[in-house]
């Protein structure tokens, strides 16, 4: 099912803060419902992430939580992942329950990756062996395509199972540099060659969050960070980061500065034959 109405007077029925009902009333167009005996009993919806292009995104309710409606879910999901030439279906979340992560594993997904969505304690003691830090507004054209190219080289060794080898250069260009904060101090350089990097983006007037870090000695990373958060704090009453549990430099940011909050967002995949 695909009427427009009937999706609105399902997701009427369902809680608004649910991630999942969210997902669905986001990507409404493409959502299904699913009944038995002329009973409503689950609903889903799928979509292509542009910056993860390669599986197919899901998301979905089973109003009677039960494996069996989660099931005709998945096999209703696999045949749309087919029909969009996608090896894999992922979805995402962080508050699946105790029983949907049963039914996703009897389901042949497994747990990808943990990605933290954390708020950043403002206020806090950065001292520290502070050096000097380049922002992005200052480097040159080909100091800036060294960092693209870092960005891009490192994103792919910490996130295997769905690089974006498809997408070009231009292509990552605009994805990357879209709404980042070019005037942060972001980059150390060492002779020409990019040693640290931490890119911060603005997601609004009042909030801005921390998406790619990386460095060859992991101390200066966070040094660097400590730089920004002291800076970045002067313009931003909230500063976010997702910090994925596959990236170990990613995981060191994340132990070593303290958090006003930290929401899990758990990675599932499935493989298809």
Known sequence: MNDSDYVDSVLAKLPADNEQVQMIADYKNNARGLTSNQREVG????WVNKIHPNPLHIAFVSFKNSLEVTQRIIELAIIQAKKLNKKRIVISGGKFDKQVQSELVKNHFAQMRVTHLVEFKKGINLDGNFETA???S???DEQKDNLLNTIVWQYKK???INPVANLSVDEWRQLIWSDVILTAPSVMISGNEISAYSIWYQDNQKSC????????DPQQLIDLIKVQIRELSGRYALLNGELDSTDDQAMLVYD??????????ITWVREIE
């Open 43 to 46: 609903i889903w919806t799928y």
């Open 134 to 136: 380049t922002r992005i």
């Open 138 to 140: 200052d480097l040159n």
């Open 158 to 160: 910490v996130h295997q």
């Open 209 to 216: 969050t921390l998406a790619y870090v990386w460095a060859n």
């Open 256 to 265: 070593s500065f303290p958090k006003e909050a930290d929401q899990p967002y």
